[in-house]
């Protein structure tokens, strides 16, 4: 295998690249009226977030799984996801008290999550926060295109159908995390 093939297989460089494409998105929202540049932006958005899938994959399958990888990855995520949600908060494309739930439930279940890890617990992503990512992944890249159409698809519309869910799944996965580990504010 060529050193760049390596490389890029490298958990920790994928992670990287999720935190290394944030400030390129940004730019590219400044020009939020041209569509060329929000199709480059969830473009970049999509092969973050694919990054996230693959960084996993390649640290369990070649046996790469790093203390710094574990504490990076969600980092990433978080970084990713709440950067383009304030980025469309701004641009007002989507509600702004929406994005604080969002941003929020992150802060504060990576809080709890750093907690769990401190007591020895395990802190691995439950199912429903696998779905809130998911649909939040699913939300933010058609809102990044935003009112244009594509294949005669309405990319807002989409969506916001889509931001509700992650809406949805945000809140329960959020109390859920709570409520699993109320145990340990009685400490």
Not at 56 to 72: D, E, I, Q
């Amino acid at each position: 295998m060529t050193p760049l093939k390596d490389l890029l297989r490298h958990p920790n460089t994928l992670t990287s690249f999720r935190i290394a494409v944030i400030p390129l998105i940004v730019i590219l929202l400044y020009f939020d009226e041209s569509p060329l540049c929000t199709f480059i932006a969830a473009m970049l958005f999509s092969a973050a977030a694919i990054t996230d899938y693959f960084d996993g994959f390649f640290a369990r399958r070649l046996g790469m799984v790093s203390t710094l990888g574990k504490v990076m990855d969600p980092v990433a995520d978080k970084l990713l996801v709440s950067s383009a949600f304030i980025m469309l908060a701004s641009l007002n494309w989507v509600p702004a008290w929406i994005v604080c739930i969002i941003v929020g439930r992150e802060l504060a279940v990576t809080g709890l999550r750093n907690i769990i890890a401190g007591k020895g617990e395990d802190v691995s992503a439950s199912k429903l926060g696998k779905y809130k990512t998911g649909f939040q992944i699913a939300a933010i890249i058609p809102l990044i295109i935003h009112y244009r159409s594509f294949f005669g698809l309405n990319a807002q519309a989409i969506g916001e159908v889509m931001l509700w869910g992650a809406l949805a799944f945000t809140i329960w996965s959020g109390a859920d995390y709570f409520i699993k580990f109320r145990r340990l504010f009685r400490d």
